[in-house]
């Protein structure tokens, strides 16, 4: 995406500068985690909505 876009902060100028390339394995694996985080989120979810549950998620591993 290029060009002018406005948001309610006024308009902005979209330049490309330039584009990275993965290799096929890199592509399949970042493809394959973002595949299972959204399983995983549509999960938790139906869970959520089913038992009426929190769910906390502890990011300081």
């Keep these: 995406?290029?060009?002018f876009i406005?948001?309610?902060f006024?308009?902005?100028i979209i330049m490309k500068t330039q584009e990275?390339?993965?290799s096929y394995n890199n592509?399949?694996?970042?493809i394959k985690s973002i595949l299972e985080k959204q399983k995983t989120d549509a999960y938790l979810q139906a869970l959520k909505d089913k038992y009426g549950a929190e769910v906390i998620v502890n990011e300081n591993k």
């Design 20 to 22: 990275e390339s993965l």
């Design 6 to 8: 406005k948001t309610p």
């Design 27 to 30: 592509a399949k694996d970042r």
């Design 10 to 12: 006024g308009f902005h």
């Design 1 to 3: 995406m290029q060009g």
